[in-house]
């Protein structure tokens, strides 16, 4: 089988920074809290209003930046539809659980349940846009992003697709906040603050003058496995045409936690790319299950204007990159699965 080329033609997001706008690249919002709700744009001006009081926000949130990246593509109805969150509608799963204790399960609003779900967003997004065709959703912590991706990528490359729409979706609530906060997950000294993500992405292989660069592969695998991880990373560089040397600089999702962050660090150097400069992205959009996928659309976006600001960097980079060619996205969870993904300058 030939294997194609992959591109990611629009990529939106709605997020802490000003929604639908890459304004965060020359003036980012930052925030010292330890919980920042995302900025919602006007939802009347991409949905009717009746509509609009029906949705909770991850569904509105989904489907205006989903909107926005059609219509950037003109493309009318996508091939496929592949979506990863990891907690899905919890804010309308909380309303749903909490009239059924103080109503005693009785008159409760269909509402609520309907959209509790985690599939919920994926199948509206294809009753709205009028989409029949594969339709998935994925929820796996903080890899179901990236294994929505995957998959979206396996279906071009199997010719079954010719574009695919995937989407990042995450909400959150006070009452989960705690928990996690709790946990450890977030909201602790020297972490980023907790967000809420909404980042959609069209996938296509037909070049496009304007497409923001090619996609050229992903893989995962598992920390422990760490020969296994170097045959991964070969593999990515050889199907894209290159080498560790090629590489401009690697993504990764380090939030402030040092045991989350030493795990890369590690990564890095059992993959020899400790000399390479490092990007971060979660201090400028916030630490959440699907915030793997504002680090894809904010590398999509650095490639296709040839820059990268400097608060991206990490803070102990090694150096800066003057020549942006081919970024390298890690990501993992807990310290067990890992996903690398590979972005190329068109």
Same mark, same amino acid.
């Given at each position: 089988?030939?294997?194609?080329?992959?591109?990611?033609?629009?990529?939106?997001?709605?997020?802490?920074?000003?929604?639908?706008?890459?304004?965060?690249?020359?003036?980012?919002?930052?925030?010292?809290?330890?919980?920042?709700?995302?900025?919602?744009?006007?939802?009347?001006?991409?949905?009717?209003?009746?509509?609009?009081?029906?949705?909770?926000?991850?569904?509105?949130?989904?489907?205006?930046?989903t909107l926005k990246v059609l219509h950037e593509s003109q493309t009318e109805h996508p091939d496929a539809i592949i979506?990863?969150?990891?907690?899905?509608?919890?804010?309308?799963?909380?309303?749903?659980?909490d009239a059924m204790t103080e109503n005693g399960e009785e008159t409760l609003s269909p509402t609520y349940f309907m959209?509790?779900?985690?599939?919920?967003?994926?199948?509206?997004?294809?009753?709205?846009?009028?989409?029949?065709?594969?339709?998935?959703?994925?929820?796996?912590?903080?890899?179901?992003?990236?294994?929505? @991706?995957? +998959? *979206?990528? =396996?279906?071009? !490359?199997?010719?079954?697709?010719?574009?695919?729409?995937?989407? %990042?979706?995450? #909400?959150?609530?006070?009452?989960?906040?705690?928990?996690?906060?709790?946990?450890?997950?977030?909201?602790?000294?020297?972490?980023?603050?907790?967000?809420?993500?909404?980042?959609?992405?069209?996938?296509?292989?037909?070049?496009?003058?304007?497409?923001?660069?090619?996609?050229?592969?992903?893989?995962?695998?598992?920390?422990?496995?760490?020969?296994?991880?170097?045959?991964?990373?070969?593999?990515? @560089?050889? +199907? *894209?045409? =290159?080498?560790? !040397?090629?590489?401009?600089?690697?993504?990764?999702?380090?939030? %402030?936690?040092? #045991?989350?962050?030493?795990?890369?660090?590690?990564?890095?150097?059992?993959?020899?790319?400790?000399?390479?400069?490092?990007?971060?992205?979660?201090?400028?959009?916030?630490?959440?299950?699907?915030?793997?996928?504002?680090g894809l659309y904010a590398a999509a976006h650095c490639l296709e204007r040839q820059f990268i600001p400097n608060f991206?960097?990490?803070?102990?980079?090694?150096?800066?990159?003057?020549?942006?060619?081919?970024?390298?996205?890690?990501?993992?969870?807990?310290?067990?699965?890992?996903?690398?993904?590979?972005?190329?300058?068109?």
């Amino acid at each position: 089988m030939n294997r194609k080329t992959i591109y990611i033609r629009a990529a939106e997001q709605i997020s802490i920074q000003q929604p639908l706008s890459e304004s965060w690249m020359e003036s980012p919002v930052l925030t010292a809290e330890p919980l920042a709700y995302a900025q919602n744009p006007n939802f009347r001006d991409f949905i009717p209003a009746n509509e609009v009081r029906r949705m909770g926000n991850i569904m509105k949130r989904a489907l205006v930046t989903t909107l926005k990246v059609l219509h950037e593509s003109q493309t009318e109805h996508p091939d496929a539809i592949i979506t990863g969150t990891s907690i899905g509608s919890l804010d309308y799963t909380e309303r749903f659980l909490d009239a059924m204790t103080e109503n005693g399960e009785e008159t409760l609003s269909p509402t609520y349940f309907m959209q509790s779900t985690h599939n919920t967003v994926s199948s509206a997004l294809g009753i709205y846009t009028k989409t029949h065709g594969y339709n998935c959703t994925y929820s796996h912590g903080e890899m179901s992003f990236d294994l929505a @991706l995957l +998959d *979206g990528w =396996m279906q071009l !490359q199997l010719g079954k697709i010719s574009t695919a729409l995937v989407g %990042g979706h995450d #909400e959150m609530v006070d009452t989960y906040f705690s928990l996690l906060q709790k946990k450890g997950f977030v909201g602790l000294p020297g972490m980023v603050a907790c967000g809420e993500v909404a980042v959609s992405v069209l996938l296509t292989d037909s070049p496009h003058e304007d497409a923001l660069c090619q996609f050229s592969g992903i893989r995962t695998g598992q920390c422990q496995h760490v020969h296994r991880l170097q045959e991964h990373l070969e593999s990515l @560089l050889r +199907d *894209g045409g =290159m080498t560790r !040397q090629d590489l401009s600089a690697i993504v990764v999702g380090t939030n %402030g936690s040092k #045991e989350h962050d030493a795990v890369y660090q590690q990564l890095l150097s059992a993959l020899s790319l400790s000399h390479l400069p490092l990007i971060q992205y979660k201090h400028v959009f916030g630490e959440n299950f699907t915030a793997s996928a504002f680090g894809l659309y904010a590398a999509a976006h650095c490639l296709e204007r040839q820059f990268i600001p400097n608060f991206l960097y990490h803070p102990d980079t090694p150096s800066k990159t003057g020549n942006l060619q081919n970024l390298l996205l890690v990501n993992q969870m807990h310290g067990e699965d890992v996903s690398l993904t590979l972005l190329k300058r068109i």
